[in-house]
C-alpha cells in the first residue's frame, strides 16, 4: 500500500457492525471548496451530526472516521431507495474533498482522484468488491452527489475504469461463440490460469435468469425457456464465481454442471453446451 490511511475515529455518529457486512462502496463529495480530510473528521467526530462516512480524501491524504466494520451513516434516506441492495448497513461510505470553479461549479483535484484511486483500489481487493458494487451517492438515492460525477457521467466512468485496470497478465478476454442446443450466442470469455472462465451475465442471451444474492456475494442462474430444458420446476441453484475485470465470471464447468448440461468441447473458437438426454 503506497499511501498511509490516517485515524481521527468518532465516538459518534455510527452504529456497530462487522467487517463481514461490507459488499459496495459508495463515494461521495462534501460540497465544500477547498476543504481537507482531517478537518471533515473533526467535524464528525465533534458531536452528533446525523451523518458520517468511513473515509474522506484530499489531495494530500486520506483520514479515516468511522471504523470499516461499523456502519456509517452515509447514503440512508427517508425518501425511496433507487438501488435494490446498497444501504448504510452494508457498504463504506468514501468522501471526496471538492473544490469549486469561477462559475460555482464543484470539480476534484486531479491529486484528489489520484489518492481516491489508491484508496477504492486497495478496499476493492481487500474486500473483494466488483465493478457493479462501486456507487456513486446518486446511484443509491439520487442525490446529486458526488455533483461532479452526476452532472458528469463520463467523468465517473473514467474513474470508475481507473479503480479496475491493470489485472492480472494471465488473463485473456476474448469474445467467442457459446452453442447451447444449436443456438449460437456472443460471449466473453476469459482464459485464467488454463481455465475458461465466461461471463455470467450473458448466461442471460439464452433464456436464463440472472441473478445476485447480494448478502452472499453468490449469482444464481435459472432457466425457464422450455426448448432449453436446463433446470426444471423453477430450481435454481447456487453458483460460485470470481470477479474477474469487475464482472462475475464462472468456470465453464462449473456452469455446465450446475445447469445439468455437458460440454461437448472447445473448438473454433466456440464452447458447445448440450442438455443431458
Known sequence: MDFVINKNLTEVNFNSGSVSRIKYIVVHYTANNGDTAYGNTVYFKSENRGASAHYFVDESSV????????????????????????????????????????????YFNSE??????????????????????V????????????APFVENGNNWTAFKDSLFENEEENEVTEKINMTI???????????????NFIRLSDMAQAGFEV???????????????KEIEVLTDGESKSLESVN??????????????????????YENNTVTITTEQ
Open 244 to 265: 474477474l475485470k469487475g464482472y462475475n465470471y464462472c468456470k465453464l464447468r462449473d456452469v455446465a454442471q450446475v445447469t445439468g448440461c455437458f460440454t461437448a468441447g
Open 181 to 195: 442446443n444449436g443456438k449460437s450466442y456472443s460471449v466473453d470469455r476469459i482464459l485464467k490460469d488454463g481455465g
Open 211 to 225: 441473478g445476485y444474492n447480494a448478502d452472499t456475494k453468490e449469482p444464481s442462474l435459472e432457466n425457464e425457456v
Open 63 to 106: 483520514w479515516q472516521c468511522v471504523e470499516d466494520k461499523d456502519i456509517a451513516w452515509h447514503c440512508g434516506t427517508s425518501g425511496k431507495y433507487y438501488h435494490a441492495y446498497c444501504r448504510n448497513s452494508n457498504s463504506l461510505g468514501v468522501e471526496l474533498c471538492s473544490e469549486k470553479d469561477s462559475s460555482g461549479n464543484y
Open 112 to 133: 484528489t482522484l489520484n489518492t481516491a484511486v489508491k484508496l477504492l483500489k486497495y478496499l476493492i481487493e481487500k474486500y473483494s468488491i466488483g465493478k457493479d458494487n
Open 135 to 146: 456507487l456513486r451517492h446518486y446511484d443509491v438515492t439520487h442525490k446529486n452527489c458526488p
